[in-house]
């Protein structure tokens, strides 16, 4: 199955950015590794606005007490942009599916559709309980299936009686639906986590693994999928270091880790180490906690997972290096990515100048309407006729 046209996103740095890698995330206190730029609304709205003005689509905004609420912070950027769409990230335990549902509808209705969900199940036990949730991993993800089966029922307009094993509800209607629908983005690498995504995800979200391992992560989720009658779409979660050549982005590279104190890795592994998510253990199998070796497969660096939680995988190059791995992630049938770097507002003009042009003179992504940039192939302008 030939993928369609990529589209890619950005990302928020609701916990706080700066120029080196910032730690945290997954429910462990890991502090930070770096300068940190307050995640102010003033901030998040000029990354906001650099991100769609050179033509991504939507950016993500994560969820956990280490950083803002998603949805407020989204909905208050909202007003701040024109027309990036934001991934808001949130847990099906913190509230129930008939608010979530009407949260989502009211959302689209204010904001001109431009809200898309990704689903967290929560992997993080000490985190969970902080919230009030105490149910172990696979409880959480059955209620995730039975919370995604109300909401889903009640955006067909349908009115819904479920008495589950974790969630009950009783004559659940929305008076006004969603227009558009938006679509679930959902991830996990656990085998439970694969059901639930083949029932229910638009969108399986897997972090950035060796081209290999997320070919084998596509297999599995698609082949759930058919069993069941469905289709689902694959999109990856990634950071970026690109530069004008190859040398200064593994310079830059090389320098985020420079610049980290051992004792902040060890703490942070030793944090992660008592995660009970299946990714994130794959995450820190790519490094084993060592600052060697980080170059996991070609232009993937796992240097960012040994201070932060989730993803911590980059792409590092130059921009043709780095389009040549998003082309190639593509071509494994990866439509959405969701990019990152540090700072986050300067990498989003990295990337938006160096990267998505050339993705653009391939074929393989269509630059929104409205966006900022000339993907154009550059000319040579004589030397004369510039005077």
């Not at 309980?129 to 109300?150: H, I, N, P, S």
């Not at 059901?195 to 995800?201: F, G, K, P």
Request: overall charge negative; proline content about 6%; some cysteine.
């Amino acid at each position: 199955m030939s993928p369609g046209p990529l589209t890619a996103h950005w990302f928020l740095p609701t916990y706080g950015d700066g120029r080196q890698l910032v730690g945290g995330g997954h429910g462990v206190d890991v502090g930070s590794a770096g300068g940190v730029r307050p995640a102010s609304i003033g901030y998040l709205t000029q990354v906001a606005r650099a991100a769609e003005q050179v033509g991504f689509a939507g950016a993500l905004t994560p969820t956990g007490a280490w950083c803002e609420d998603a949805w407020l912070t989204t909905a208050m950027l909202v007003a701040e942009t024109e027309r990036l769409k934001f991934l808001v990230a949130f847990r099906p335990g913190s509230v129930s599916p008939t608010l979530a549902a009407q949260m989502a509808a009211t959302y689209q209705r204010h904001s001109g559709g431009r809200l898309l969900l990704n689903v967290v199940t929560g992997g993080e036990p000490l985190e969970q309980r902080a919230y009030g949730d105490f149910l172990d991993k696979d409880a959480r993800y059955r209620r995730t299936g039975e919370f995604l089966q109300v909401v889903r029922a009640l955006w067909r307009g349908e009115k819904v009686d479920l008495d589950g094993e974790h969630v009950h509800v009783e004559g659940a209607f929305l008076n006004r639906l969603p227009d558009p629908v938006p679509p679930v983005f959902f991830g996990g690498s656990s085998p439970i986590a694969g059901e639930i995504a083949a029932d229910h995800a638009d969108v399986y979200l897997t972090w950035g693994e060796p081209p290999a391992q997320v070919a084998e992560k596509i297999a599995w989720i698609r082949g759930l999928a058919a069993a069941r009658g469905r289709t689902v779409r694959f999109g990856i979660r990634l950071h970026v270091i690109t530069r004008d050549t190859s040398e200064q982005a593994w310079a830059h590279a090389e320098s985020l880790i420079a610049a980290i104190d051992p004792a902040t890795i060890e703490k942070v592994q030793a944090g992660l180490a008592r995660s009970e998510s299946e990714g994130q253990r794959r995450m820190r199998s790519l490094h084993g906690g060592s600052t060697s070796n980080l170059e996991v497969s070609p232009n993937l660096w796992a240097g960012v997972g040994l201070v932060r939680g989730g993803a911590g995988t980059a792409l590092v190059g130059s921009h043709t290096e780095v389009a040549d791995r998003i082309a190639e992630y593509h071509a494994l049938g990866i439509e959405e990515f969701i990019l990152s770097g540090h700072p986050h507002l300067e990498e989003a003009w990295w990337v938006g100048e160096g990267v998505l042009p050339l993705l653009a003179r391939r074929g393989i992504w269509n630059p929104p309407e409205g966006h900022g940039l000339d993907v154009a192939e550059p000319r040579a302008v004589p030397f004369a006729a510039a005077q």
